[in-house]
């Protein structure tokens, strides 16, 4: 069980627009950073947002990242078959000392 | 370009310790956060713990009890031991590093491996 709350899965057309959410609590999300991963198959996580809705160099434009109040999102828009990938939101939790939590994972699949 | 590669055994017993090196090329472990993260098969990432620079760890309240993180400076490596271990803790294990308490994302990834508990 996941401490942040990500739909398992997501659809949606080449050049379509689509986006996933994550949910979190005051302890994590409302008061701290939230961070996006791409998961391609097979692969290693790759950092795709940082601090809500910055993009590390080499992102493409068409992946956003926005945050309000215990809820985040990823918006990726102008799809691409290659866009097809594990999605996985992340952020510093303050209880309990302090720990790294991430969602369950959001499966996008380009139709 | 930084790079970092796990090694370790692929196959544990339960109840033994397990036991993975994350060897970090193209860069110093120096000032940075070096972190262990798993993924049970199909499911989501878990934190297990870091270790700063310095020394100084942290680790998930769920694991605290049976993880150790420790740093080899001089080669330029660090590793994780988990003791104890059930078929729970199969997964892919993979280390990371955190550039900074204020970046506090994970920048590099390695390319992980599969830690299997079984007897």
């Known amino acids: 069980q996941s401490v942040l709350t990500q739909p398992p899965s997501a659809s949606a057309t080449p050049g379509q627009r689509v986006t996933i959410s994550c949910s979190g609590s005051s302890s994590n999300i409302e008061n701290n950073y939230v961070y996006w991963y791409q998961q391609l198959p097979g692969t290693a996580p790759k950092l795709l947002i940082y601090n809500n809705d910055q993009r590390p160099s080499g992102v493409p434009d068409r992946f956003s990242g926005s945050k309000s109040g215990t809820s985040a999102s990823l918006a990726i828009s102008g799809l691409r078959s290659e866009d097809e990938a594990d999605y996985h939101c992340a952020a510093w939790d303050d209880s309990l000392s302090g720990l790294w939590v991430f969602g369950g994972g959001t499966k996008l699949t380009v139709l | 370009q930084v790079q970092l590669q796990e090694s370790g055994p692929g196959l544990v017993k339960p109840s033994e310790t397990l036991s993975l090196t994350c060897s970090v090329s193209?860069?110093?472990?120096?000032?940075?956060?070096w972190s262990w993260i798993r993924q049970p098969p199909g499911k989501g990432l878990e934190w297990i713990g870091y270790?700063?620079?310095?020394?100084?760890?942290k680790y998930n309240p769920s694991l605290k009890s049976r993880v150790t993180i420790s740093l080899d400076t001089s080669k330029n490596q660090f590793s994780l031991k988990l003791s104890s271990v059930t078929a729970a803790d199969t997964a892919v294990y993979y280390c990371?590093?955190?550039?900074?308490?204020?970046?506090?994302?994970?920048?590099?990834w390695g390319r992980g491996t599969l830690v299997t508990v079984s007897s």
């Open positions: 990371a590093r955190t550039p900074s308490a204020t970046y506090r994302y994970f920048d590099y």
């Open positions: 270790i700063y620079y310095s020394g100084s760890t």
């Open positions: 193209g860069g110093s472990i120096s000032t940075y956060y």
